[in-house]
């Protein structure tokens, strides 16, 4: 699975260390929820969403020729 469930603490704060993140990331929050993913070298990342909620994460991966 690309995306990782991030732990929020007890008073739902999200601390993250930069430091021991992937060089190129993506935080999504959505409905008291967070997850992240690195991102691809080439690619599309589309994030849908539907009713102010985020639905579904598209990455349309390519290589340059």
């Given at each position: 699975?690309?995306?990782?469930?991030?732990?929020?603490?007890?008073?739902?704060?999200?601390k993250?260390?930069?430091?021991?993140?992937?060089?190129?990331?993506?935080?999504?929050?959505?409905?008291?929820?967070?997850?992240?993913?690195?991102?691809?070298?080439?690619?599309?990342?589309?994030?849908?969403?539907?009713?102010?909620?985020?639905?579904r994460?598209?990455?349309?991966?390519?290589?340059?020729?």
């Amino acid at each position: 699975m690309r995306l990782q469930e991030v732990q929020l603490d007890s008073a739902n704060n999200l601390k993250l260390d930069i430091m021991k993140l992937p060089p190129t990331c993506v935080i999504v929050i959505s409905d008291g929820k967070a997850k992240l993913s690195e991102l691809p070298a080439f690619a599309e990342t589309n994030i849908v969403t539907h009713g102010g909620k985020v639905k579904r994460i598209r990455w349309n991966e390519g290589e340059e020729f």
